[in-house]
C-alpha cells in the first residue's frame, strides 16, 4: 500500500499559513461566510463547578474577553466555563512499535475557555446563511448525480494497525506522556475498497484513568463536525486536576477522525476561512457572498483532488470502520463508546456494522441515521427561537425587563437586513452585522448552556445600538474555525443531500418567520450547489435506515439544543429497545460536562448499563437563570 505522510512527520513550523488545519485564533466551528450554524464541539459544553470535585479549567488566553461570556473563576452559582470535553474508561492498550520520536505539534491559539467549545456539531449548521453557502448539503442532487455507493459491508477483519509516537499537542499540567497519556498513529486503507492503494494515519491519544474501575473497558470519544478536530481541542486541555472530572475514572480514548485534526491528509480547507475572514466587514450581497464562497471551494476541491486525495472515501461508514480498526489495534475487545453531535451518527453506526465491539453506547445531541440535516434544519431553527421566547415569557423578570422579546427580534433581523451595522469584536476587529449573521449568531450560541441566560439581555443591547455582550463572542462563534470543510461536505453531500432535493429544501423553509426565510434558504441553495461540485456518490441506502439495536444506550438531550432537539432523541430510540432518555431542563447543545446531574447518572450508567439510572437531580434542575 501506498503511505501518506504520518501527521507526526510533519514539522510543525513550516506548513503554509492557507494550508494550516487550525486557525491561530481560539476556536468554535463551523462558520463560512453566510450563516453558518455550527455545532462547536462538536460540543460545546462547560465543566460544571457543582460539588467538590468540578474541574479547573485553563487560564484565558490573550484576546478572551472576561465579561459574562469571558473567562470567569466563578464562585458556586455563577456561570460556569465553557469547555468542552467527554468521557472515558479504563484498562491499558497494548500499544507496540515505537514510532521515531519527533517534536510534538503544539497548537499556537492561545489557552482559554473558548478553546472548551470544541466542536460538536453534526451538521454544520447551515442555517439560512446570509449568503454564503452554508455548510449544511442536503440536497440530493436530483436523479442527475453520481450512482449510490454499493452496499456497504462490515467486515470483522481488522485492517489498521498502530504506531506509538509523541503526541502532536502540548499534554495539560500534571499529564506526563508516557505515564498519563499515550499517542500515536492509526494507519488505515484511504478506500476500504482498495485496500491494497493508498493509507492514511490517524492521530490517536489514549489517557490513562485516574483510578481503578471494575469495568476494564475504555471509554472511546467521537467528536461532531463532521469535520470537527478532536486532539487539538481536548487534549490540552486535560490535566491532572480535572482529570477525574473528565474521564470519569475510565481510559480515555481519542482520536482525530479521517480528513480532520492531526490526521493526514487533511481534508482542511484554508481557502474557505481566507474568504470569511477577508469579507467579514464587507457588505455584500447573498448572490456576492455566495460566488465567492462557492469559487473558494472549487479552490479547495481542486488542491485536493490534484493530492490524490478520493473525496468520496470520506464518510460515516467509512469512519466507523476506522473505529472498529483502532478498538483492536489498541488491544481491546470492547468499548463504551460516546458520540456527541456527528458523533452520535458515528456511534450510531458503528452499533449497527460492529455491534460486538460495544459494551454500552452514550448518545449525546443526537442526529439519527434516517434523519435529513438539510430537510430538517429550518424547523430546529425556529423551534429553538421559539424556545427561548417562550422560556423568557415565562419568567417574570426577564418578561419584564424584555417584554415582546420575539417581536424585538424579528423586527431587528429586518432591520439589520436592510441597514446593516459595524461593531468591532474583541477578537477580530471590525464585523458588519446583517440581519442574517445576528440570527446566526443567537442561534449559535444556544449551543452554549452558559449562555444561553445573556441572550435577552444581548438581543436588546442590539436593539438599542449596544454592542457589548455580541462583541466577546461573535468572532469566536462564527469567525474563528478549525472544521475541515472538505470532511464535512464529503460526508454531508453524500449522506443528507443526496436524499432530498431543492423542491424539499424550499418546502422546508416555510416553517420559518418570514424574516428568516430569505436567508435560510439562500444558504441552502448554496450548499446544494457546493455539493454538486463536491460530486460524491451518495451513500448506500441502508445508510440511511433507522438503527436497530439491542445494545445499552443511554441518550441525553437538551431543552435548549438548537441543531438537535428532543425530538431526535425519541426519533432514533424507537429503535433502540434497551435505551434511556433523559432530557436536562435549561440545557443547549451537549450535555456531558454541563452540571453535576448529567455526569452522576452518565456515571451510574456505566457503572452498569443494564440498569436505567437514578435521574431524581433532574428535578431539581431550573431554566435558565435570564439575566
Not at 16 to 24: H, N
Not at 145 to 174: D, E, H, I, L
Not at 381 to 409: I, R, V, W
Amino acid at each position: 500500500m501506498t503511505e501518506q505522510t504520518s501527521p507526526f512527520e510533519k514539522e510543525p513550523h513550516e506548513r503554509d499559513e492557507a494550508q494550516l488545519p487550525y486557525s491561530d485564533a481560539p476556536y468554535y466551528e463551523y462558520s463560512p461566510p453566510g450563516l453558518r450554524y455550527q455545532e462547536r464541539n462538536d460540543i460545546i459544553y462547560p465543566l460544571f463547578r457543582e460539588g467538590p470535585a468540578a474541574p479547573v479549567a485553563p487560564p484565558a488566553g490573550p484576546g478572551v474577553a472576561s465579561g459574562p461570556y469571558g473567562p470567569l473563576v466563578p464562585e458556586r452559582g455563577a456561570r460556569p466555563i465553557p469547555p468542552s470535553m467527554s468521557p472515558g474508561l479504563q484498562g491499558p492498550p497494548l500499544i507496540t512499535d515505537q514510532a521515531p520520536s519527533v517534536p510534538p505539534m503544539v497548537p499556537s491559539r492561545p489557552p482559554g475557555p473558548w478553546r472548551f467549545i470544541i466542536l460538536v456539531l453534526l451538521i454544520a449548521l447551515v442555517l439560512f446563511a446570509g449568503g454564503l453557502a452554508t455548510l449544511v448539503l442536503v440536497v440530493r442532487g436530483s436523479s442527475s448525480v453520481t450512482k449510490p455507493q454499493p452496499t456497504a459491508k462490515a467486515s470483522a477483519v481488522t485492517t489498521g494497525s498502530f504506531r506509538q509516537g509523541p503526541c502532536p499537542f502540548q499534554p495539560g499540567m500534571g499529564i506526563v506522556q508516557g505515564r498519563d497519556v499515550t499517542c500515536g498513529v492509526l494507519t488505515v486503507p484511504e478506500d476500504r475498497s482498495q485496500p491494497q492503494g493508498n493509507t492514511i494515519h490517524l492521530a490517536v491519544a489514549v489517557f490513562k484513568a485516574s483510578t481503578t474501575q471494575t469495568d476494564t473497558a475504555p471509554f472511546l470519544y467521537l467528536s461532531g463536525g463532521p469535520g470537527g478536530a478532536t486532539l487539538s481541542e481536548l487534549g490540552p486541555y486535560i490535566s491532572q486536576a480535572n482529570l477525574q472530572a473528565v474521564t470519569l475514572g475510565h481510559t480515555f480514548i481519542l482520536f482525530d477522525q479521517r480528513g480532520t485534526g492531526y490526521s493526514s491528509p487533511s481534508l482542511y480547507c484554508g481557502e474557505v476561512d481566507s474568504f470569511n475572514r477577508s469579507t467579514k466587514d464587507e457588505n455584500l450581497s447573498r448572490q456576492a457572498n455566495d460566488t465567492g464562497y462557492l469559487q473558494a471551494m472549487r479552490s479547495c476541491r481542486d488542491r485536493l483532488t490534484a493530492e490524490g486525495i478520493h473525496l468520496s472515501a470520506y464518510t460515516t461508514i467509512a469512519d466507523a470502520q476506522d473505529v472498529h480498526d483502532l478498538i483492536h489495534a489498541l488491544g481491546y475487545r470492547q468499548v463504551n463508546l460516546y458520540g456527541v453531535s456527528y458523533g452520535t451518527r458515528l456511534a450510531l453506526t458503528v452499533m449497527r456494522l460492529f455491534p460486538q465491539d460495544l459494551r454500552s453506547v452514550i448518545l449525546d445531541s443526537t442526529v439519527p441515521t434516517q434523519s435529513n440535516l438539510f430537510t430538517s434544519l429550518p424547523a430546529s431553527m425556529q423551534h429553538a427561537f421559539d424556545t427561548l421566547f417562550n422560556g423568557c415569557q415565562k419568567d417574570a423578570l426577564c418578561n419584564e425587563s424584555y417584554p415582546n422579546l420575539a417581536t424585538t427580534f424579528y423586527r431587528l433581523v429586518d432591520r439589520l437586513n436592510a441597514h446593516p451595522v459595524t461593531f468591532n469584536d474583541l477578537q477580530y476587529g471590525p464585523v458588519l452585522l446583517t440581519g442574517d449573521s445576528f440570527a446566526q449568531w443567537v442561534f449559535t450560541s444556544l449551543y452554549v448552556t452558559s449562555f444561553i441566560p445573556d441572550l435577552p439581555r444581548a438581543i436588546s443591547e442590539v436593539d438599542h445600538g449596544q454592542y457589548t455582550l455580541i462583541s466577546e463572542t461573535y468572532g469566536e462563534l462564527l469567525l474563528a474555525n478549525d472544521v475541515s470543510y472538505g470532511m464535512y461536505y464529503s460526508v454531508e453531500c453524500g449522506e443528507d443531500m443526496r436524499y432530498t432535493s431543492p423542491q424539499e429544501l424550499d418546502k422546508a423553509v416555510a416553517v420559518l418567520h418570514p424574516e428568516l426565510q430569505p436567508g435560510m434558504q439562500d444558504g441552502l441553495r448554496a450548499d446544494y450547489q457546493v455539493c454538486q461540485l463536491w460530486n460524491v456518490p451518495a451513500v448506500p441506502p441502508e445508510q440511511k435506515q433507522p438503527v436497530t439495536s439491542s445494545l445499552p444506550t443511554l441518550i441525553l438531550s437538551g431543552e435548549y439544543d438548537p441543531i438537535t432537539p428532543t425530538s431526535n432523541a425519541l426519533m432514533a430510540q424507537k429503535t433502540l429497545s434497551h435505551s434511556y432518555l433523559f432530557v436536562f431542563p435549561g440545557t443547549g447543545h451537549g450535555v456531558f460536562l454541563t452540571g453535576s446531574c448529567a455526569n452522576l447518572i452518565m456515571e451510574q450508567f456505566l457503572d452498569n448499563p443494564q440498569d436505567q439510572p437514578i435521574s431524581s437531580c433532574i428535578s431539581s434542575m431550573g431554566e435558565p437563570n435570564f439575566s
